[in-house]
C-alpha cells in the first residue's frame, strides 16, 4: 500500500513539473498589476514602423495612382474566382475582357428582349465608345441572340452600367435599372422599420446576457436533456427501422456495391451501424454527465458570475462598436490603397487599327505610342479605323518595378493591423472583467471606468505584446492564403496524390490558426491581469489551462453550447418577426407603413437577419471575453488562495458552495483599492 501511494505522489508530482508549478500566493496582488513596465518594445517599433510605412505607401499610391479609368466586366466571374492572394497580385483585376473609357457613363441601359430579333444591327443596340478596339459595330458579324439553354448573366459594368446576356426567363419583362430601382424604394419606404427590428435585436441580445445571471442554470440543463433526449429517439428510430427491415429479410447481400447511396438506406446493416454508433455516443454523454457533473456546475457559476459581471460594467457592451469602426478603417484604407496601386503609373497609348482589313491597316503594328489628346486619325488617311487607344501601365521606373512588392506589403500590413485590432479589443475586455473579479468585496471594490482604465492601459505598455501576437497569427494567414493561391493556379494540372497534399496542408495550418487564436485570447487575459510579455504570459496561460484541461472542455462547451442558443433566439426570433410584419401577416393599428408597397419584402428580411446576428455576435463576443477572464482568474485563484484568514479566496458563494470550500474569516491587512 505504501509503495502504490508512494509511486501516486510520485506521478502527481510528474504531473505537476511537466506543466509547470502552481501559482504561488502573493500578498500584494488584488487585481491587475497597476505598476508594469512596456513589454515586447522591439516588436513595438517594428509594428511602428510598419504602420508608418504603410502609410507612405498610401500616400504615394494616392500620389501615382489616380483612379482615371473605370474597368467593365463580368462581376460573375470575378466572384466564381475570388482570392484575396491572387487579386492582388494581378493588380485587382478579373480574368474577363476589359474596355478602359475617359469618362464614367452617364446613363443606365440594358438589352431588351427586341434587340435580341434577328435584323437588329449591334451598332443600333451597343456604344462604339464602350467596345473593345478590335470590334467595329458598324460591319461586324457578331450578331445578338437568345442563348438556347439557361446560362449565367454576363455583366459587363461597374458603378451600375449592366450590359446583360441571359436566357429568357431572366431577360423576360425584367431589367436591372427597374430591379434597381425598385429595391431602393423598398429601403426607402421601410428602413424605419429595419431599424426598429434591430434594436429589437440589441435588447434582446441585452437581456439575454444580463438574465442569464437566474435562467443560465435552467438553459443549460434544458438543452443538455434535449440533446439526451434527441440521442434517445435517434436510438429509438434507428431500432425501429432496423427491426422493420430485419423482418423483411433486406440485407446488404441482396444489394452489392452501387453508386445509389440511398438503397443503402434500406437494408438492416446500415440502421444497426447507426443504432451502435448513435447508442455508443448516447452512453458516452451520459457517463459525461454523471462524473463530471461538479464541473458543470462550476462552469454553470462561472456563467452566472459572467452575466454578473457585465450588469456591473455596461459599457463594456459596446466596446466592439470601437473595434468595428477601427475594422472598418483598415478594410477601408486597404481597398483604397490597393486600387490605388493598382492604377499607379502614366498610362501608354498605341495607335491601333480597329479594322486591319481596311486599306493600308494592315501596316499598323500596334508599336506606335500617341497621345489621346492630340491624336488625329487624318495622319493615317491610309487607314480610317486607326485610333489611339490604352495599353497599359508604364512598368518603367523604381515605382513601378515595385509594384508587386508593394501589393504584398499593402496585404501583410493590413492583415497584420485587422488582428492587432482583434487584439487590442480582447486584452481591454480582459483588463476590465478581470478587475471585477479580483475585487473582494462586489461592486464596492470595483475600480472606476474600469473599461477606460484597460484601454488605457493596454495601449500605454502593452502595444508591442498584442502586435508580437497579431504578427504571429498573420503570419500563418499569410501561409494558409499562400496555399489557396498555389491550390488555385495548379488545380488544373494537379493529381489526386497533389489534391490530397494540398487538402492536408490547408487543413493542418487552419487547425494552427484556431490554435493559435485560442492562445493568443489567453495570453492577451494574463498579459491584461499580470503586464508580463507575450511568451511569458502564452506559456503561464498554456500550462494553468493544461493543468485543468478537463474544466477547460467542459466550460468551452458549455459555453459554445449556450452561446448558440443564445444567438438562435436572437436571431431567429426578429427574422419571424420580420417575416411575419414585412410578409403582411402582422399589420400594426395606426401606421401608414403597408407590405403591399414592397416590390420585394425578402430584401428587408435578410438585412434585418443580416444585421441581428451581428448584433447578436458583438454582444455574445463580449460575454464570451468575460467566461473565459473570469475562468482564468478562477483557476488562478484556487491554486493562490486556500480560504484562510491570509490568503483568502476572492471568487463568488456560489463558486465555493459548488467546490465545498468557504473562507475561515474576513479579509483582514489588506487596503481596497
Known sequence: MKEEMGNKKEESSVAESEYGEPAQYDPTFNGPIRKRGCTDIICCVLFMLVILGYMVVGILAWLY??????????????????????????????????????????????????????????????????????????????????????????????????????SIDITNGFNARDIGVKIFEDFASSWQWVIAALVIAM??????????????????????????????????????????????????????????????????????????????????????????????????????????????????????????????????????????????????????????????????MGNVTCDPQTFNSSDYPGCPSARCVFIMYNTQGLWQRNMFNLQIYNVVAFLWCINFVLALGQCTLAGAFASYYWAFSKPSDIPTFPLSQAFIRTLRYHVGSLAFGALILTLVQLVRIILEYLDHKTRAAQNPCARFLFCCLKCCFWCLEKFIKFLNRNAYIMIAVYGKNFCVSAKNAFLLLMRNIVRV?????????????????????????????????????????????????????????????LIAHGFFSVYNMCVDTLFLCFLEDLERHDGSVQKPYYMSKNLMKILNKKNQGPKKGKDKN
Not at 458549455?558 to 403582411?584: E, N
Open 553 to 613: 472542455v467542459v466550460l468551452d462547451k458549455i459555453t459554445d453550447l449556450l452561446l448558440f442558443f443564445g444567438k438562435l433566439l436572437v436571431v431567429g426570433g426578429v427574422g419571424v418577426l420580420a417575416f411575419f410584419f414585412f410578409s403582411g401577416r402582422i399589420i400594426l393599428p395606426g401606421s401608414s407603413f403597408r407590405p403591399q408597397m414592397l416590390h420585394y419584402y425578402w430584401m428587408p428580411i435578410i438585412v434585418v437577419i443580416v444585421g441581428a446576428y
Open 203 to 364: 435588447v434582446v441580445s441585452f437581456l439575454f446576457l444580463l438574465l442569464l445571471r437566474f435562467i443560465a442554470p435552467v438553459i443549460v440543463w434544458v438543452l443538455i436533456l434535449g440533446v439526451l433526449a434527441v440521442g434517445a429517439y435517434g436510438i429509438y428510430h434507428c431500432w425501429w427501422e432496423y427491426d422493420n427491415y430485419n423482418k423483411l429479410n433486406a440485407s446488404i447481400s441482396t444489394v452489392g456495391f452501387t453508386t445509389n447511396f440511398g438503397v443503402y438506406l434500406q437494408v438492416k446493416e446500415t440502421w444497426l451501424a447507426f443504432l451502435i454508433i448513435i447508442s455508443v455516443v448516447e452512453a458516452i454523454l451520459l457517463l459525461t454527465l454523471i462524473f463530471l457533473r461538479t464541473r458543470i456546475f462550476i462552469a454553470i457559476a462561472l456563467i452566472q458570475e459572467s452575466s454578473k459581471a457585465i450588469s456591473h460594467m455596461m459599457s463594456t457592451l459596446f466596446y466592439p462598436i470601437i473595434t468595428f469602426i477601427l475594422l472598418l478603417v483598415c478594410v477601408a484604407y486597404w481597398g483604397i490603397t490597393a486600387l490605388y496601386l493598382a492604377t499607379s503609373g502614366t498610362q501608354v497609348y498605341n495607335v491601333v487599327a480597329l479594322n486591319s482589313t481596311q486599306g493600308t491597316c494592315g501596316q499598323i
Open 65 to 166: 495612382g489616380p483612379v482615371s479609368v473605370v474597368f467593365y466586366y463580368n462581376i460573375l466571374k470575378c466572384a466564381a474566382s475570388l482570392n484575396v492572394i491572387a487579386a492582388t497580385l494581378n493588380g485587382l483585376q478579373c480574368p474577363t475582357t476589359q474596355v478602359c473609357v475617359q469618362q464614367c457613363p452617364n446613363t443606365f441601359w440594358g438589352l431588351s428582349v427586341t434587340d435580341y430579333l434577328p435584323g437588329v444591327k449591334p451598332a443600333n443596340v451597343f456604344n462604339q465608345s464602350l467596345c473593345l478596339p478590335t470590334i467595329n459595330l458598324e460591319n461586324t458579324n457578331l450578331v445578338c441572340s437568345l442563348p438556347s439553354k439557361l446560362s449565367f448573366l454576363n455583366v459587363f459594368s461597374l458603378f451600375g452600367y449592366f450590359i446583360i446576356n441571359a
